[in-house]
């Protein structure tokens, strides 16, 4: 078996943190986007020492093919347990790569809300954009062949890990 090209999740995590640590208060909102957004989400939360409560967004319902998918299985429930409007949002995913996904979190983040500012973290941004989203904080760029895709793993200690999959 050949060895994951891929960066080491947890080193990218440590550096998203670093990187995320001066532009981050107390009072940040941070939302992570299941599931590996939220993995993400719980150890920055904890990290950052961020005081509001850690949200949480499944946007099954916001995508913009839902009508073609359909629902996918597993559908969690989203949760925002503080005060959106007015607040700094960081919205977490795991990759980042057409922008629908986050283009969905936003659209959802209104229905709590109106933010003062909404901004992006993603522990790997895979380029391949078909809208113009752009996260402000990410771990790495990472190329990916064509036909594959970045999935975010986490075993039962919580270790993170990165791992390509076959479309």
């Known amino acids: 078996m050949p060895a994951n090209p891929l960066p080491d999740a947890e080193q990218l995590l440590a550096s998203l943190i670093d990187r995320m640590r001066p532009a981050i208060g107390p009072n940040t909102g941070l939302v ?9 989400a719980e150890r920055l939360h904890q990290a950052l020492n961020i005081q509001l409560p850690l949200g ?12 073609k998918k359909g629902l996918r299985r597993n ?15 960081v919205i977490v995913d795991d990759v980042l790569y057409t922008g629908r996904t986050i283009r969905a979190a936003i659209n959802e ?19 391949g954009r078909e809208l113009p989203i752009a ?17 975010l793993t ?9 791992q390509l999959t076959r479309d």
Do not use: M
């Open 32 to 40: 992570g986007i299941h599931t590996g957004g939220v993995w993400l």
């Open 56 to 67: 949480t967004l499944d946007v099954s319902f916001y995508r913009d093919d839902f009508n």
């Open 75 to 89: 559908v969690k429930s989203s949760d925002i347990p503080f005060d959106v409007d007015g607040c700094a949002v």
């Open 109 to 127: 983040l209104f229905d709590y809300g109106r933010p003062a500012s909404i901004r992006l973290a993603a522990l790997v941004d895979r380029g």
């Open 135 to 151: 996260a402000e904080f990410t771990g790495a760029a990472v190329t990916v062949p064509t036909g594959e895709n970045i999935e």
């Open 154 to 162: 986490r075993d039962a200690q919580g270790r993170l890990a990165l």
